[in-house]
């Protein structure tokens, strides 16, 4: 079975500095995705930044990137200098190559301080 | 722009009445999913279409529907509408199956049962 775990229900981070949010995951699939999407107050869900399991070098994607960490079974999103626009639900999620669905974790809630 | 478009955005039905929310693609995805999203959880994937193959999640109520008369459409129909089905529910695609492939959503139906 496919899971996500997201152990920060909250986060708040000072403008302009970086932020870590955390999700761990469990799969016994050799070959899997891992994916991280914003979701702000208006609802829409944002895809940031997607590792491949069998990806040697972590993703990036401008201020975004993911720390993976393969043997821990870990994908953190780190977020680099931190706007006010940041503030939003953050959703780790993993597709495994077979199947077609998406798991999701309970998601983190950043705020960003002015 | 390539697009998930959901109509209405905003919906309201009374308590038992049957409700139909639409979502359409320019994108020519294979894959389409149907998620109810309540406030501060994760989204939850009600089911989805690889083409015209159908899948429900097992814990999918009978109270909703789903149809995709082509590749564009897909409706998702609740039959009887009770006050726990209100909510946001999210469309979204994917081009095929694989561990690679992100998906992209909508803007969301927010639905409201009186």
């Known amino acids: 079975a496919q899971k996500i775990t997201q152990t920060q229900p909250g986060m708040f981070v000072q403008e302009k500095e970086a932020v870590t949010l955390d999700c761990t995951y469990d799969t016994s699939d050799p070959s899997y995705g891992l994916f991280w999407y914003k979701q702000p107050s208006s609802g829409e869900m944002i895809f940031l930044i997607y590792q491949g399991s069998y990806d040697q070098q972590n993703a990036t994607e401008g201020r975004y990137s993911l720390n993976f960490q393969k043997a821990r079974k870990s994908a953190n999103l780190v977020i680099s200098a931190s706007q006010l626009g940041d503030s939003a639900m953050y959703f780790c999620?993993?597709?495994?190559?077979?199947?077609?669905?998406?798991?999701f974790g309970t998601g983190t809630s950043l705020t960003v301080i002015p | 722009d390539a697009m998930v478009i959901q109509n209405p955005r905003y919906q309201v039905t009374q308590f038992g009445k049957p409700v139909t929310l639409s979502c359409s693609q320019t994108l020519n995805h294979n894959v389409m999913y149907w998620y109810q999203q309540k406030s501060s959880q994760a989204p939850k994937l009600l089911f989805h279409y690889y083409d015209k193959d159908f899948n429900n999640e097992a814990d999918t109520p009978d109270n909703f529907q789903s149809r995709r008369p082509n590749t564009s459409f897909c409706f998702l129909d609740i039959r009887s509408p009770g006050l726990g089905d209100a909510a946001m529910y999210l469309c979204?695609?994917?081009?095929?199956?694989?561990?690679?492939?992100?998906?992209?959503f909508g803007p969301g139906t927010r639905l409201t049962v009186t």
């Open positions: 979204a695609t994917s081009p095929t199956s694989g561990a690679a492939y992100e998906q992209y």
């Open positions: 999620a993993m597709r495994s190559n077979t199947g077609n669905q998406f798991y």
